[in-house]
């Protein structure tokens, strides 16, 4: 792990990332810190950290795994990163510790820390979602952390409460969805997003019953066209052949737009439950949420959620804004009512569109990682 130290450096902070989202997300803070060739910055993260500082490791093509069975087949590798992170720690002993989401690896780093004494402030930049799986894990993180710079406005609260000094940045994707913007796309109500998310096993289980809603809504409105696309061409290849075998080729559009593009000119949609569905608010897309997972899996997930809903858009306005179809309800049927509801009702579109407006107005104005990057220079007194 690497160390740059830039002439008269002012303060000195190590970065942990473990997603290709938190790279992102930290290369964009780093790019805002002020002073920023005054820093010294070593750390773990992405390509994108890595190219911004030179110091930062890429260890995203280990550290970003998904599933209990994953994390536990390279428990041995967590194990040696993690101590030569704390190692690497207590050697140059930074003024600050970055932490970026990934809390598997950065909540039990942060114990490592205050455990064994570590003086400098460790700093978390978008909070772990404990606020719908774990809120007992917040009080453990009052005790932990120093400063919480959160990306939603009611996390702001949650955290005060335990005693937490919390600051709200706003969300990154306002900035994100500015880029992606184009005024000049018209939206076409004869059109229907079909986003069945951005992993192959997403695809496997929500496309199918996408295909039979699609087919059951050509029965009453056989002028709809449904336009969808993947995360690569791999993925979108494989939609391409579920379309072509239940023989909705000539109503289908494949992989010809992104899908940010999908969500602007579509007059609904139908979107798995992730980061695209807020993503589809910010663009105005009128849409349902569906999503599914295995049995148990959502048994558990059942006993576990401190939340009444699992789309973020609904969650903040507390109340079902966006309909959702969980589990045994994502189906064709199911979704093909609530898509031919949206489009059949104009008031019902607009009221949807109006309420995620709404919505996505609590996320801040933008510049999210430039208030982030301020709050972290302001806890370890930096001026500009």
Request: hydrophobic share 45%; with cysteine; proline share 3%.
């Amino acid at each position: 792990m690497k160390t740059c130290h830039a002439k008269q450096s002012l303060k000195s902070l190590v970065v942990i990332a473990g997603e290709i989202s938190g790279d992102t997300h930290g290369a964009e803070l780093l790019r805002a810190l002020p002073g920023t060739d005054g820093w010294s910055v070593s750390g773990l993260g992405g390509p994108k950290m890595a190219e911004w500082t030179g110091t930062i490791e890429n260890w995203l093509d280990e550290a970003a795994v998904l599933g209990l069975l994953e994390v536990l087949k390279k428990y041995g590798y967590f194990r040696e990163k993690m101590e030569e992170t704390v190692a690497h720690i207590h050697e140059v002993k930074p003024d600050g510790v970055l932490f970026i989401d990934y809390p598997g690896f950065n909540l039990r780093l942060a114990k490592r820390l205050r455990e064994e004494g570590y003086k400098g402030k460790l700093i978390y930049y978008i909070s772990p979602q404990v606020w719908a799986w774990k809120k007992g894990r917040i009080k453990v993180m009052a005790r932990l952390l120093d400063l919480m710079i959160c990306i939603f406005p009611f996390e702001k609260q949650l955290y005060e409460k335990s005693g937490l000094p919390t600051e709200f940045a706003g969300h990154p994707l306002i900035d994100e969805m500015a880029e992606v913007r184009d005024e000049g796309i018209v939206r076409d109500s004869n059109l229907v997003a079909m986003l069945p998310g951005s992993r192959e096993r997403e695809i496997a289980k929500l496309f199918p019953p996408m295909l039979e809603a699609a087919a059951e809504l050509l029965e009453s409105h056989p002028s709809l066209m449904f336009a969808t696309t993947g995360a690569t061409r791999t993925l979108t290849e494989r939609l391409r052949e579920m379309v072509a075998a239940a023989g909705l080729s000539d109503a289908f559009s494949v992989g010809e737009s992104t899908s940010h593009h999908i969500m602007q000119q579509a007059g609904v949609g139908v979107v798995a439950s992730g980061t695209a569905t807020l993503e589809a608010a910010c663009l105005g897309l009128p849409y349902c949420l569906t999503y599914k997972v295995a049995w148990l899996t959502a048994q558990v997930a059942r006993r576990v959620m401190s939340v009444d809903y699992l789309g973020i858009v609904n969650v903040m306005a507390d109340r079902e804004v966006v309909k959702e179809l969980l589990q045994n309800d994502a189906n064709g049927a199911a979704i093909a009512a609530e898509l031919n509801r949206l489009l059949e009702d104009t008031a019902a579109r607009e009221a949807i569109r109006r309420e995620i407006a709404e919505v996505v107005a609590m996320l801040g104005g933008g510049g999210a990682h430039e208030k982030a990057a301020q709050s972290v220079a302001a806890a370890l007194e930096v001026t500009a």
